[in-house]
C-alpha cells in the first residue's frame, strides 16, 4: 500500500501558474511501475481525471487542460508533479493525487485508482 499527499495548491488569479506535488511513502517498491493521475472535484460535481502518466512516461491529459497543464514524475523521488499554467476560474477544485497497478496500455483518465491522497484545494478567481 501507498500513502500520497499533496502540496501546492493555493488562490490565483486567471491566467496565473501553480505547481502541485504529490509525495508517495509507504511501500514504494513498485513506484516506477506505477500508473499515477491527478484528478480534481468541483463542489457538487464529478471526480474527474486532468493528468496520468505511465511507468514509461506516456501521458494523457483531459481535453480541457492541454496545453496548459504538464504532468511528470521522478521515479527516485517517488514524486508526482503537475505544473498548471493559463489557470482559469474553471479550473477550481479540490486536485488529488492518486496511484494504481499498471497492467500494460495507457494509464486510465477515470478515478478508479486505489491509491488516493487527501488533496490540495486550487481556486483560480478572474
Known amino acids: 500500500q501507498v500513502h500520497l499527499v499533496e502540496s501546492g495548491g493555493g488562490a490565483v488569479q486567471a491566467g496565473g501558474s501553480l505547481r502541485l506535488s504529490c509525495d508517495a511513502s509507504?511501500?514504494?517498491?513498485?513506484?516506477?511501475?506505477?500508473?499515477m493521475g491527478w484528478f480534481r472535484q468541483a463542489p457538487e460535481m464529478e471526480r474527474e481525471g486532468i493528468a496520468v502518466?505511465?511507468?514509461?512516461?506516456?501521458?494523457d491529459y483531459a481535453e480541457s487542460v492541454k496545453g496548459r497543464f504538464i504532468i511528470s514524475r521522478d521515479n527516485a523521488k517517488n514524486a508526482l508533479y503537475l505544473h498548471m499554467n493559463r489557470l482559469k476560474p474553471e479550473d477550481t477544485a479540490m486536485y488529488y493525487c492518486?496511484?494504481?497497478?499498471?497492467?500494460?496500455?495507457?494509464?486510465?483518465?477515470?478515478?478508479?485508482?486505489?491509491?488516493w491522497g487527501q488533496g490540495t484545494q486550487v481556486t483560480v478567481s478572474s
Open positions: 492518486a496511484a494504481d497497478i499498471e497492467y500494460g496500455g495507457k494509464c486510465p483518465l477515470h478515478p478508479t485508482y486505489n491509491y
Open positions: 509507504g511501500d514504494t517498491s513498485n513506484y516506477r511501475y506505477y500508473c
Open positions: 502518466i505511465g511507468h514509461d512516461g506516456r501521458t
